[in-house]
């Protein structure tokens, strides 16, 4: 009779020699043209084709309000500005001293007055109303300072960049921080090149860099390094464990219900930053030959739980502050759940049938997969995981002992403290705390909390050198210029510089600072507002309204992947400063799940490939998310915002600008 190990061995063998063969192109890529063509075809016949035949006249409630938005704007360029006055009420930065604009309006008068750099053209920008936003980083129009030269050649190094990040492995293995800062550094220079041959404009680097993103990135890494090393058995090993399971399917679903949940509660770049490494140690512990669903399931739900709030993702909390009307939390929560729930039942059906074979070893098809997950039936290979995994546990508790097994079955004191400090985190930043601030400090005092737990209640290395039959070395003598011999330290100082502080992915820090450079010039040229204006045609001033909202979130998407959410929504709020809190809703929502549609369309898909290849697993590219990312991306999309239309209780008109008085 064979043992559960001998089982496992068996099963082990079997994935060995079982080879299987590569999907076929219809099958890698027809889920991907087919949703394609099928929102080309949706809008072409909802907009009646090209020619745009079937887009409705303007109604007399827009006119009204791009009546009023001329009149409102026009008012708050006639008001008179005071630097000093403004700053002392903290509606600005200090840079407003040295002649940067961040007033609610400025103009080429009221610059030359003031003595600042004067604008070409007047732009309508906004102050901070909350401390959780993004600095006071706004879209500031420059595009008529470029030449045709400088505008293109700018956008073609940008687009050659951005191949290059998509598609690292196709050339040299430099990596991807390292052609994002190579390329952010390039357009610094190319930039700089086109300012003094007057090409284009100065470019300010200083402003495209947003730091509170770093700021929170390096914050999260220092806590959950901490969080990780602290103790064996701890808090971190603990939320490994509860995403472990031996099915399979049931492990993709754990994994995904955590990262929705958690994403809507302490935004999605923190979560990917936390369990990117968990994922793939789980795999590595069932000897998984592909981690892609796993990985897929963390970085997918991740954006779409994200949505559900205004504070999952950096983009929802830049609406908040950008938009002209007040949105609450509650406000925003309510108007999101059924996108959001929609979205994630499409997107965990559209996992469990695409990644059937990964996900549900031996079964024969979808429908066996249902009685598998609804009937509780198991197929024999999952019956020879399950007992493998259990085999295992038993054998690691006998090796352990009892005494440690039941060490680790408790809390001890420092994982005690580890929760005390991660539940302070949650609360301080649910209070409306930085979340920057809070996650650096609480990194901070974990690194404390280790060092004092190293110093005084570890054990101190055994440096004790052995011969080849295990007798103790005398330590080695070592002797100065002179001769002298050298006494040794009674103790070794090993510092948190020299240990857990060089863990720390500074190489991220610079994926990200190279990519606000490219962004940034991009941004300036003027490229994506031509594209917006260009594609939406007549849409452009109805962007929300049935039939054009479903092009409009098209739009958003595919500018979202080029030109990065964050920017888009800059741009949007420049171009219709008075857009309505259930206009900021389909925003919010179609930009946040354009971050699946590729690799380079969310933080969170860059976080997770890259801390998954630090770890040695390089299965995460942008040519293997590709193929599930764009119909799960446009089926959400499309489903949520068709939701967001029908069922909304934000209002359609803008109560500060005056619109909803005259739609009483």
Not at 184 to 194: A, E, H, N, P, S
Not at 320 to 325: E, F, H, P, Q
Not at 451 to 461: G, I, L, T
Not at 555 to 568: F, H
Request: glycine share 8%.
């Amino acid at each position: 009779m064979s043992s559960p190990l001998d089982v496992e061995a068996a099963a082990t063998d079997e994935a060995v020699v079982v080879t299987s063969k590569p999907p076929s192109f219809g099958r890698k890529w027809g889920p991907a043209l087919i949703a394609i063509f099928a929102v080309l075809g949706l809008n072409a016949i909802l907009l009646g084709g090209p020619s745009g035949s079937a887009i409705p006249a303007l109604s007399a409630r827009q006119l009204s309000t791009l009546q009023l938005a001329e009149e409102r704007t026009a008012a708050v360029e006639s008001m008179e500005y005071d630097v000093l006055e403004d700053v002392k009420r903290g509606k600005d930065s200090y840079k407003t001293l040295h002649g940067m604009r961040r007033s609610l309006s400025s103009s080429p008068s009221d610059a030359d007055a003031d003595g600042s750099t004067s604008t070409s053209t007047s732009v309508m920008e906004y102050t901070r109303r909350r401390h959780r936003v993004l600095g006071d980083y706004t879209h500031v129009d420059v595009s008529d300072q470029f030449t045709a030269f400088g505008k293109w050649s700018v956008t073609v190094i940008y687009f050659a960049y951005w191949v290059f990040l998509m598609f690292p492995n196709w050339f040299l293995p430099i990596g991807r921080p390292g052609i994002a800062l190579g390329g952010g550094l390039t357009m610094v220079v190319w930039r700089y090149i086109l300012f003094v041959t007057a090409q284009g404009p100065v470019f300010d680097a200083e402003r495209v860099i947003i730091m509170e993103p770093l700021f929170l990135l390096f914050g999260l890494m220092l806590t959950t390094i901490y969080l990780e090393k602290m103790e064996r058995g701890g808090l971190f090993d603990r939320l490994r464990d509860s995403l472990d399971d031996p099915i399979s399917w049931k492990r993709s679903a754990k994994i995904m219900a955590m990262s929705t949940i958690g994403s809507a509660a302490v935004m999605n770049d923190s979560v990917v930053l936390i369990f990117s490494g968990v994922v793939v140690d789980l795999c590595v512990r069932h000897k998984v030959s592909n981690s892609l669903p796993y990985l897929l399931s963390l970085a997918t739900t991740a954006n779409i739980g994200s949505a559900l709030t205004m504070t999952g993702n950096p983009q929802n909390i830049l609406i908040v502050s950008l938009a002209y009307d007040d949105i609450g939390w509650a406000e925003f929560a309510s108007n999101m759940i059924l996108p959001v729930l929609a979205a994630t039942i499409i997107n965990s059906i559209m996992m469990f049938v695409y990644y059937g074979s990964e996900l549900f070893p031996g079964s024969s098809g979808i429908m066996e997969n249902i009685g598998i997950m609804f009937a509780g039936k198991k197929t024999p290979e999952m019956l020879a995981k399950e007992n493998a995994f259990y085999a295992r546990q038993a054998a690691a508790k006998e090796a352990a002992g009892e005494e440690e097994a039941t060490t680790h079955g408790g809390w001890t004191l420092w994982s005690k403290l580890q929760v005390v400090v991660v539940l302070v985190f949650l609360v301080f930043f649910a209070l409306g705390f930085d979340v920057c601030v809070v996650s650096i400090c609480a990194g901070a005092i974990l690194m404390v909390m280790a060092a004092y737990k190293r110093q005084h209640y570890d054990p101190r290395p055994d440096n004790t050198e052995y011969d080849a039959e295990g007798n103790p070395l005398p330590m080695k003598k070592t002797y100065d210029m002179d001769g002298n011999e050298i006494e040794p330290e009674e103790e070794e100082l090993v510092t948190e510089s020299e240990t857990t502080l060089t863990e720390v992915d500074y190489g991220l820090l610079m994926l990200f600072i190279g990519q606000f450079l490219l962004i940034g010039s991009f941004d300036d040229t003027g490229i994506p507002q031509a594209f917006f204006s260009l594609t939406m045609g007549g849409c452009a001033e109805q962007m929300t309204s049935v039939p054009c909202v479903y092009w409009f979130v098209m739009i958003v998407t595919i500018l979202s992947n080029v030109a990065s959410n964050v920017p888009v929504v800059q741009m949007l709020a420049a171009t219709f400063p008075y857009a309505s809190p259930y206009d900021w809703m389909q925003v919010s929502f179609s930009a946040t799940i354009a971050g699946n549609l590729t690799m380079l369309g969310s933080a969170a898909n860059m976080i997770v490939a890259f801390q998954a290849a630090k770890v040695g697993d390089r299965t995460f590219t942008s040519e293997r998310h590709a193929p599930f990312g764009i119909p799960s991306c446009l089926a959400c999309l499309y489903a949520g915002t068709f939701l967001l239309t029908v069922v909304h209780f934000s209002p359609e008109c803008s109560e500060r600008l005056g619109e909803c008085d005259n739609n009483a």
